[in-house]
């Protein structure tokens, strides 16, 4: 499979805009629950040169990609690209054309909220245009031990189910009372004691020197609504606790509030804190993507962001996802650019969630089946013959205990009189691919995944069409291939018709997301002419198409769910071995409860040329 998603894990839409009574700006407002993401910039609303503007700040789980590679899921880094791909969400408004958009990432962590009113900016939470969190903590206040002398001090702690009264004493044994001890810090210890007896369950204590600090069991605002005071029984005479920081001798009556129940942290720009620069250079991280129509759905290659990331590089080191946004210039325009949509990651349209794509080429060219001698008609790198090495055990690709992810050395024999095991001595091969040195007899073969090694070479021994490839490492002979048939390159006196018919043999009617379903693709010429034997084979033929891709697309409105993945990435590039083209496609790409259809182009002289035979399966 050579195509993986990862889902967003948070995203929010925040905003400058003014509301509808066009005074108050939605600041404050959080729309993190919202199927639907927006960017915008409005010019003169309010007044002759008010500016509104609106952005997206989207993350995702990079740790679920670094587990991915360590098990092998997807390749390392170098050999795989990684898409931020975000749809494009149709609505009634107007929508704009010809702008820009940017993509940074972020800098500081944030919320996701809870809002979703996106019209009236209602929802107050954060993140926001102002904050980037707002992670509720304990409300708190404190308690100065100052002087002693007095019998009959009191402290009241008013709580949101009690209120308590704690009493100086000497009768230590009595709840609710306390020793004024003979320091300041021992009154302090003995405060804090005698809270944390009995006053569980509204409130804490931790003496520090002279200073009781008294915290709220319950977080966020709701703790600053609670209370302390102070009084004495007898009138005149020094206090012994302070709980206003006054330092003052008054007599009776202090009081005080709990406070710092919300724990804001704002961002350093309102609008929120991006890394900025130029995607010139990988060690920046500005991405941009330029929107012709406005309806154009969101694709960027974000793959050194990603990485590093992954590698923890700064000052990217912390993962806090990317900020999209229209570009400075047009932040700043004197004209409006409203309103591009993107659908969010709780949309109930699954496969139009916003997502990182990782896309790398993962088709493995076995020539066992369509190998050639090497010929002067055909270009260098076309002589050169690929063989694979599976090493299955009881099921599963394993890697050879001896050999790991080392590399192991090919030898090709001739066969023997009725070519059913190699014969002779080993065949010398020429210089290139893993060979070299001219007429060796060794060529060298690498590891590629889990259980998967490979080797190239040039075969040039056109006497002997029927060979055998034998896998050895350290005078082990670990696997022998079957035969291997050598064809030969033959130019042509006509330019003749390549048309192909296709099959996908081993289609189901329904597959699950639980599935990693293999397809295997039969092809022929049309119009082929069998040869006819007198004896028969039960082995169907089937042509290699070295260059063939897949597509897949919802039935129902025909989107485009996995485009032909051709380019430099190739990424939905079939693979092939003795047994024709084949592809793995994991399931849980798609939603349940739909039909969806396969084609598949092949290169035919050039061109890329799909053909007409389509195929339909349905997720349950």
């Not at 500016?51 to 170098?78: H, M, W, Y």
């Not at 791909?85 to 820009?100: G, I, L, R, V």
Request: hydrophobic share 35%; proline share 2%; glycine share 8%.
């Amino acid at each position: 499979m050579a195509l993986k998603r990862y889902f967003a894990t948070k995203d929010n839409t925040i905003t400058n805009a003014f509301k509808a009574n066009l005074q108050t700006r939605g600041v404050s407002g959080n729309m993190g629950q919202s199927d639907i993401l927006e960017i915008f910039h409005i010019y003169a609303q309010a007044s002759a040169t008010s500016q509104e503007n609106c952005k997206v700040l989207i993350q995702f789980n990079i740790d679920q990609i670094d587990s991915d590679r360590t098990d092998g899921t997807i390749p390392a880094s170098g050999s795989v690209n990684f898409f931020l791909k975000m749809y494009n969400a149709e609505h009634s408004q107007t929508t704009p054309k010809d702008f820009t958009v940017v993509v940074n990432a972020v800098s500081q962590s944030w919320q996701e909220g809870l809002g979703l009113d996106m019209e009236n900016y209602s929802d107050i939470d954060e993140s926001n245009w102002l904050y980037a969190s707002d992670t509720d903590i304990a409300a708190s206040a404190s308690v100065t031990a100052m002087r002693f002398g007095v019998s009959e001090h009191k402290l009241h702690l008013t709580g949101a189910t009690s209120n308590y009264v704690f009493e100086s004493t000497n009768d230590t044994d009595t709840p609710g009372y306390f020793d004024w001890g003979t320091s300041t810090a021992e009154v302090a210890t003995n405060v804090a004691t005698i809270i944390n007896a009995s006053a569980s369950d509204d409130f804490s204590a931790n003496a520090v020197g002279s200073i009781v600090y008294i915290t709220s069991s319950a977080p966020g605002a709701d703790g600053n609504t609670n209370s302390l005071t102070s009084s004495m029984h007898g009138a005149g005479g020094p206090r012994m606790l302070d709980i206003t920081g006054s330092d003052s001798v008054a007599n009776d009556g202090l009081s005080g509030t709990f406070s710092g129940g919300n724990n804001f942290t704002p961002w350093t720009t309102e609008g929120g804190d991006y890394i900025t620069g130029s995607d010139a250079s990988p060690l920046e991280y500005t991405f941009t993507q330029h929107f012709n129509t406005g309806f154009e759905d969101l694709e960027i290659d974000v793959s050194h962001l990603v990485e590093d990331w992954i590698s923890q590089t700064a000052p990217v080191e912390n993962n806090y996802g990317f900020g999209v946004h229209l570009t400075g210039t047009l932040t700043d325009a004197a004209n409006s650019y409203y309103t591009k949509m993107f659908f969010a990651r709780g949309s109930q349209f699954f496969l139009k969630r916003p997502v990182i794509e990782a896309r790398w080429d993962s088709s493995k060219k076995d020539d066992r089946g369509n190998f050639y001698l090497s010929s002067s008609l055909v270009p260098a790198a076309d002589n050169l013959m690929t063989l694979y090495l599976y090493n299955i055990v009881k099921g599963n690709l394993t890697n050879i205990p001896a050999v790991g992810t080392n590399v192991i050395n090919v030898s090709i024999y001739s066969g023997s009189a009725n070519n059913t095991a190699p014969a002779g001595s080993k065949i010398g091969l020429s210089i290139g691919g893993g060979t070299v040195a001219a007429d060796d007899i060794n060529t060298t073969a690498s590891w590629v995944e889990t259980g998967i090694y490979s080797c190239s070479f040039a075969y040039t021994s056109s006497a002997i069409t029927t060979i055998f490839d034998v896998w050895h490492s350290g005078g082990v002979e670990y696997h022998t291939g079957s035969a291997i048939a050598v064809n030969t390159f033959n130019s042509q006196d006509y330019n003749f018709d390549q048309n192909y018919v296709s099959n996908v043999t081993n289609l189901h009617a329904w597959y699950t997301t639980a599935e990693n379903a293999r397809f295997r693709l039969y092809v022929r010429e049309k119009d082929w002419s069998p040869t006819i034997y007198t004896v028969a084979s039960k082995d169907i033929e089937t042509s290699i198409i070295q260059d063939a891709y897949y597509k897949i697309v919802r039935v129902q409105d025909g989107f485009e769910v996995v485009p032909f993945g051709t380019g430099s990435l190739n990424y939905t590039r079939l693979s092939y071995d003795v047994s024709g083209s084949y592809f793995d496609l994991k399931m849980n790409l798609f939603d349940t409860d739909t039909v969806y259809e396969m084609s598949f182009a092949y290169v035919i002289n050039g061109s890329y040329v799909e053909q007409p035979e389509k195929f339909r399966f349905r997720i349950e």
